[in-house]
């Protein structure tokens, strides 16, 4: 067992994704992992939003570590890795991404359709009003575990295996189009891995849409230590909006990914609208036949675009349109005070982004290789008390944060850390 330094004991039993669950045979088929062709393949997540597309991180694009095929099935890698690999045809992350640090989503074009597999729709149009303070989402990805530092170098347990958790809205920063997301007691989270993966939302005809790509970690302060010690994972995630991108990733990829909707957001149904999966952690059917046989549903608007400004937002200019998001992204108008612990900036893979003070769990620099955790705070410390916009900061009460600060980050990307020792 992997030994964090300092504990002089063994850890308790890892908990899936950080507190959450096992995917089953066909739960989620459509979140898939993002290989590279070395010892340790699992880079990051992604998900299958048309039979040619799958979205995922702009921190997991990194041509030097190139991204070669996606994984379909419930591991990644171990003894019986992905039920079906898909090779990449082209990778590409949001370029503003690589100049100011957000918005961090991109693309991969698969070298053949994958028509078998139900995709998972992007929110479009005014479905993103439905993305509000306090509602409960669901995530997925093949990453850690646990995470923690041992004598400067990053360890990791629980790599490749698909797992899912839930998460509550905790806040919405509409000018870098991002979205934050906390568990229910500290150790409820994505981790080192989940870079990319879906956020997903239910919405009230009982269809799911995906709205994000994870980025990094986060922490808002005021939760209990995390349940394993030292480990870094667990309080919260910060994920990219898909939505307000959906420009950039058509015209890039070339392919329609919002069926129902046109390239303005408005209800457009087209071919495609409708016979969506109705509970994708079901696990219906077999991958001999594409996991298919679940209910499935919609195809009706479910809601008016004059309730608000939502559209598809800004274009590639990168996510700086504080009206992009319409009213589910304009609920917050006050400020939060600094984000703290995971912050604005700690997050799972590597690159260039935005930063935050870390004063909860520890975070690495910016390049996410090398950290010095007593910088910040000792690797076991909780999140109770150390962040600025913690439950006892009246100004966070609208849930809204700040930009990025000025402290380093630790991004979710597993591949790009270049971690030594994995469990």
């Given at each position: 067992m992997l030994q964090p330094g300092g504990l002089g004991v063994e850890p308790p039993p890892v908990l899936p994704i950080v507190g959450g669950d096992e995917a089953g045979s066909c739960e989620f088929?459509?979140?898939?992992?993002?290989?590279?062709?070395?010892?340790?393949?699992?880079m990051c997540t992604g998900t299958l939003v048309n039979p040619s597309v799958v979205t995922l991180a702009a921190h997991c694009v990194?041509?030097?570590?190139?991204?070669?095929?996606?994984?379909?099935?419930?591991?990644?890698?171990?003894?019986?890795?992905?039920?079906?690999?898909?090779?990449?045809e082209d990778c590409a992350g949001h370029p503003q991404?690589?100049?100011?640090?957000?918005?961090?989503?991109?693309?991969?074009?698969?070298?053949?359709?994958?028509?078998?597999?139900a995709i998972m729709p992007v929110l479009a149009g005014c479905e993103l009003d439905l993305l509000e303070l306090g509602a409960e989402v669901t995530i997925v990805g093949f990453g850690a575990t646990y995470g923690t530092y041992v004598d400067g170098e990053l360890e990791t347990e629980g790599v490749g295996l698909k797992r899912h958790?839930?998460?509550?809205?905790?806040?919405?920063?509409?000018?870098?189009?991002?979205?934050?997301?906390?568990?229910?007691?500290?150790?409820?989270s994505a981790c080192f891995g989940d870079s990319g993966g879906p956020s997903l939302l239910e919405l009230p005809d009982g269809t799911w849409r995906v709205f994000g790509a994870a980025s990094r970690l986060y922490d808002p302060g005021g939760f209990p230590p995390p349940q394993q010690p030292n480990n870094f994972c667990g309080v919260g995630v910060i994920y990219g909006l898909l939505t307000t991108q959906m420009q950039w990733l058509e015209t890039e990829t070339g392919y329609d990914l919002t069926p129902c909707h046109d390239a303005a957001g408005e209800?457009?149904?087209?071919?495609?609208?409708?016979?969506?999966?109705?509970?994708?952690?079901?696990?219906?059917?077999?991958?001999?036949?594409?996991?298919?046989?679940?209910?499935?549903?919609?195809?009706?608007?479910?809601?008016?675009p004059a309730l608000g400004t939502s559209s598809t937002g800004n274009d590639s200019t990168g996510g700086d349109d504080s009206t992009s998001g319409g009213s589910g992204l304009g609920t917050c108008t006050g400020e939060a005070g600094d984000s703290t612990g995971f912050g604005a900036g700690t997050g799972f893979?590597?690159?260039?982004?935005?930063?935050?003070?870390?004063?909860?769990?520890?975070?690495a620099d910016s390049g996410g290789v090398t950290a010095d955790p007593s910088a910040t705070a000792s690797a076991g410390d909780s999140s109770s008390g150390t962040g600025e916009s913690g439950a006892d900061d009246d100004t966070a009460?609208?849930?809204?944060?700040q930009g990025?600060?000025?402290?380093?980050?630790?991004w979710l990307g597993l591949g790009l850390l270049g971690l030594r020792r994995r469990r």
């Open positions: 088929p459509f979140a898939v992992a993002i290989l590279e062709d070395d010892e340790t393949p699992v990194n041509p030097d570590r190139p991204i070669v095929a996606v994984g379909f099935g419930e591991e990644g890698q171990g003894e019986t890795g992905p039920q079906r690999v898909v090779p990449v991404y690589f100049e100011q640090g957000f918005p961090d989503i991109a693309y991969c074009t698969l070298s053949e359709p994958v028509q078998d597999v958790t839930t998460q509550t809205i905790d806040g919405i920063d509409p000018d870098v189009d991002e979205v934050y997301m906390v568990g229910v007691d500290g150790s409820q209800w457009s149904p087209g071919a495609g609208c409708g016979d969506f999966t109705m509970d994708p952690g079901l696990g219906a059917g077999t991958w001999n036949n594409g996991c298919v046989g679940g209910a499935v549903g919609g195809g009706e608007a479910l809601c008016e893979g590597t690159g260039d982004g935005p930063q935050s003070t870390t004063t909860g769990r520890p975070s009460g609208c849930g809204c944060t990025p600060g000025p402290a380093g980050v630790l």
